[in-house]
């Protein structure tokens, strides 16, 4: 397919969709093909200075339209992705080479009533009640949108990733500039095309582009706050670009996701619940249950029945409905993914998968890696592909010491049927969000979040939202 033949995404800025200024794009590829099937704008200062006014001129407005004003607008805004959930499905699969039915039963209905919690949020704002702390002076506490965000969305969830930044900013009454990655822009531009209908213009704006161009909205003068999902590098650079002019940050960054299975668990369920946690999404998610520390007294059986799960788990193309992921995303990842296997030391075990499979399009074999120790490399740093490595542990004291043994922060699970363990284990665990005897269930109102290198501030819940908002103090004499 030639450049000319391809499908031209463009950007929205003010409530309309432009190319780039200076006329640049890049290739968007298919991961399920390597195909290219689109171009989108390379955005430049030109583009980020356009879209940055924009919001800015929106902004008071709609700061100051009430909760129920905005409440109403994201409403609408939730029922246009039901009406038109097809199409942000074609463009999600095509973005990312997900499997479609997957796609519209996993991440649509979530993101729909991710919208519509963040719709009823806007009409909660609470301050604590007005009392008098000094003598004849009475203090009130105001809850106030920030300004302009500008925000940053991934490659491995565009679709519901762009809706845990929005969402809450909007509804808070802030405005939005949102760049997509570069990899994956269709949804984000269809999205536009949804959003824009229904919101005044300049309200919501979305900039492709690549790292420079993200570069460009942290550094930028006009936003308030820089909002990013993505690695702990990218997450590091925003927090350096952000402080020079001491913009707040929300960053969602990496995981590495203890998994600790002890020896009253029932091995069978565990296996199952955590080759699911590990392997959906090609294993690009964050809270992946990527990391399995099992007691040493059920080491081998777990590990037969996870390689088991794993060489029966499929990947292949969307429309194949018994597959349970699609391809990595991109050359990219899977170059790293495999890195990580070639580079295996010699006491490591592949028990399953551990290769591409086909050669056309990013797709890896779910992989089972054994016999690892703490201090290994696939252990500290994160894959981000479908890979689970199983480690074996002593007692909980040791179980703990190599669950928290990483960087990361974001995610962990634990299994077992002792109840006074899993609640000493959920106070242990230095991590965001713990789960107990289930691994990555996501509600819209509990928070997600993590830790130490997986970032700071929360996504979703009433904290999420509480994150796009200043508290300010207003105090007023008595005596008039």
């Known amino acids: 397919m030639t450049t000319s033949e391809l499908r031209r995404?463009?950007?929205?800025?003010?409530?309309?969709?432009r190319d780039a200024a200076d006329g640049r794009t890049t290739d968007v590829v298919n991961p399920a093909t390597g195909e290219a099937y689109a171009t989108a704008p390379l955005s430049g200062q030109a583009d980020v200075d356009a879209a940055m006014a924009a919001a800015?001129?929106?902004?008071?407005?709609?700061?100051?339209?009430?909760?129920?004003?905005?409440?109403?607008?994201?409403?609408?805004?939730?029922?246009a992705f039901e009406e038109r959930a097809e199409e942000l499905i074609a463009a999600e699969v095509e973005n990312t080479g997900k499997p479609i039915g997957l796609t519209r039963s996993e991440e649509i209905p979530p993101m729909v009533d991710q919208i519509r919690f963040f719709a009823g949020a806007a009409r909660m704002l609470e301050g604590r009640s007005a009392g008098e702390y000094m003598e004849g002076l009475t203090s009130i506490i105001r809850r106030e949108p920030i300004g302009v965000c500008a925000q940053v969305a991934p490659w491995n969830y565009p679709m519901m990733m762009a809706v845990w930044k929005f969402a809450p900013a909007l509804a808070a009454g802030n405005t939005v500039v949102l760049k997509p990655s570069d990899t994956t822009p269709a949804s984000t531009a269809l999205m536009a095309d949804i959003i824009g209908s229904i919101v005044p213009k300049g309200v919501f704006n979305v900039v492709c582009g690549d790292r420079d161009t993200g570069r460009a909205m942290v550094e930028h003068p006009t936003p308030a706050m820089a909002s990013i999902t993505g690695s702990v590098r990218a997450g590091m650079s925003v927090a350096e670009s952000a402080a020079k002019d001491l913009k707040r940050v929300h960053l969602e960054?990496?995981?590495?996701?203890?998994?600790?299975?002890?020896?009253?668990?029932?091995?069978e369920k565990a296996a199952a619940g955590i080759a699911e946690a590990g392997y959906f999404n090609a294993g690009q998610d964050c809270t992946a249950a990527t990391r399995v520390l099992v007691h040493e007294s059920v080491h081998d059986e777990f590990v037969s029945a996870l390689a088991k799960i794993a060489a029966e788990t499929k990947t292949g193309q969307p429309d194949d409905e018994d597959v349970l992921y699609g391809p990595l995303n991109n050359p990219n990842q899977l170059k790293?993914?495999?890195?990580?296997?070639?580079?295996?030391?010699?006491?490591?075990?592949?028990?399953?998968?551990?290769?591409?499979?086909?050669?056309?399009?990013?797709?890896?074999?779910?992989?089972?890696?054994?016999?690892?120790?703490?201090?290994?490399?696939?252990?500290?740093?994160?894959?981000?592909?479908?890979?689970?490595?199983?480690?074996?542990?002593?007692?909980?004291?040791?179980?703990?010491?190599?669950?928290?043994?990483?960087?990361?922060?974001?995610?962990?699970?634990?299994?077992?049927?002792?109840?006074?363990?899993?609640m000493r284990m959920s106070k242990?665990?230095?991590?965001?969000?713990?789960?107990?005897?289930?691994?990555?269930?996501?509600?819209?109102?509990?928070?997600?979040?993590?830790?130490?290198?997986?970032?700071?501030?929360?996504?979703?819940?009433?904290?999420?939202?509480?994150?796009?908002?200043?508290?300010k103090h207003v105090m007023t004499s008595l005596d008039g």
């Open 428 to 471: 242990a665990l230095d991590f965001g969000c713990v789960w107990i005897n289930t691994h990555i269930p996501l509600v819209a109102e509990m928070p997600h979040g993590g830790f130490k290198k997986s970032g700071y501030g929360k996504d979703l819940s009433g904290y999420g939202f509480e994150d796009y908002t200043r508290i």
């Open 56 to 79: 800015e001129a929106a902004f008071p407005a709609w700061r100051d339209l009430t909760p129920g004003e905005r409440q109403r607008y994201l409403l609408k805004i939730a029922d």
């Open 253 to 267: 960054l990496g995981g590495k996701a203890p998994v600790v299975v002890f020896g009253d668990a029932d091995i």
């Open 336 to 422: 790293q993914v495999t890195g990580f296997i070639e580079r295996l030391p010699a006491h490591a075990k592949v028990e399953a998968g551990g290769h591409r499979v086909g050669d056309k399009g990013y797709f890896y074999a779910a992989t089972v890696v054994s016999g690892l120790n703490q201090d290994d490399e696939i252990i500290q740093n994160e894959v981000f592909g479908p890979v689970i490595t199983v480690q074996s542990f002593t007692d909980e004291e040791q179980a703990v010491a190599y669950a928290n043994g990483v960087d990361y922060a974001l995610a962990s699970s634990v299994w077992t049927k002792d109840h006074g363990r899993a």
């Open 9 to 17: 995404l463009r950007n929205y800025i003010d409530g309309e969709f």
